[in-house]
Nanobody, 116 residues
Framework: QVQLVESGGGLVQPGGSLRLSCAAS???????MRWFRQAPGKERELVAS???????NYADSVKGRFTISRDNAKNTVYLQMNNLKPEDTAVYYC???????????WGQGTQVTVSE
């Protein structure tokens, strides 16, 4: 069982930066870690992922602006978000996934609002 707690959301102006953190209770070092987001009236979408060995992948909409990283010693995953745009406004969720043995866990979400 893995419990995830996100932090670091808030209100930022366009062009600004935020860093989200996702702290896991219990070891998450073998899990694929992902950040999703969900804007009002829209489906939840995958933003970025990082494997247990550090391979990363990004949605086209955030490439070059967002960076996902992990510190397995601290059981923490980060999402550095630069040059934020109003369309980045959403609740951001952390997800831990492992296929065998199966496990999929979600955090409670953290609100990111990009506005003047």
């Amino acid at each position: 069982q893995v419990q995830l707690v996100e932090s670091g959301g808030g209100l930022v102006q366009p062009g600004g930066s935020l860093r989200l953190s996702c702290a896991a209770s219990g070891s998450s070092s073998e899990h694929l870690m992902r950040w999703f987001r969900q804007a009002p009236g829209k489906e939840r979408e995958l933003v970025a992922s990082i494997t247990s060995v550090g391979l990363t992948n990004y949605a086209d909409s955030v490439k070059g602006r967002f960076t996902i990283s992990r510190d397995n010693a601290k059981n923490t995953v980060y999402l550095q978000m630069n040059n934020l745009k109003p369309e980045d406004t959403a609740v951001y969720y952390c997800n831990a996934f492992r296929s065998f043995p199966y496990g999929a866990y979600w955090g409670q979400g953290t609100q990111v609002t990009v506005s003047e």
